[in-house]
């Protein structure tokens, strides 16, 4: 999905390089594995190179690991995530500021990831950070299939 995007950055930056991350899939949505190699690759490229910058893409369960990755983030490894792009994020919530649609344009509908609803009720909600949400480098998009009363779950 990502891949033309990945693509297209790599062909305009210098030395841009694309890592993918390995996790195990699961409908329990456990991405610690997957988190601490991400949160440690940032750190330890940092300290190697500290005006590196970062792109980071999560496609449903991946769009889970990207939330949690941002919360565990230094100061100084926050300010280098200059783009993050969700899909199909299982907790996406209305009411924020980089909810988009297909076309990349700010929306306000009223759509709910298909873990959102439990996280809320649970006081447990995997969001992006205020700061984030607010920054202008973020897109959140919600796969609109209208499946049961979700309509950010989608099936493949």
Do not use: W
């Not at 909810?99 to 306000?108: D, F, G, I, L, M």
């Amino acid at each position: 999905m990502f891949y033309p995007v990945i693509q297209h950055i790599l062909t305009n930056l210098t030395g841009g390089v694309s890592l993918p991350v390995e996790y195990p899939v699961a409908a329990s949505q456990n991405t610690s594995s997957g988190e601490q190699f991400v949160v440690d690759s940032i750190a330890h490229r940092l300290r190697r190179c500290p005006h590196q910058k970062y792109a980071l893409f999560g496609y449903s369960q991946g769009a889970t690991l990207i939330l949690n990755v941002l919360r565990q983030l230094s100061p100084p490894a926050l300010e280098s995530i200059k783009l993050v792009i969700l899909v199909g994020n299982p907790f996406y919530m209305p009411g924020k500021s980089s909810n988009v649609n297909a076309t990349a344009q700010h929306h306000e509908k009223a759509l709910l990831g298909m873990f959102a609803e439990k996280a809320i009720a649970s006081n447990r909600t995997t969001q992006l950070l205020k700061e984030m949400d607010q920054s202008g480098n973020v897109l959140d998009y919600c796969l609109a299939v209208s499946i049961s009363r979700y309509p950010c779950l989608f099936t493949s």
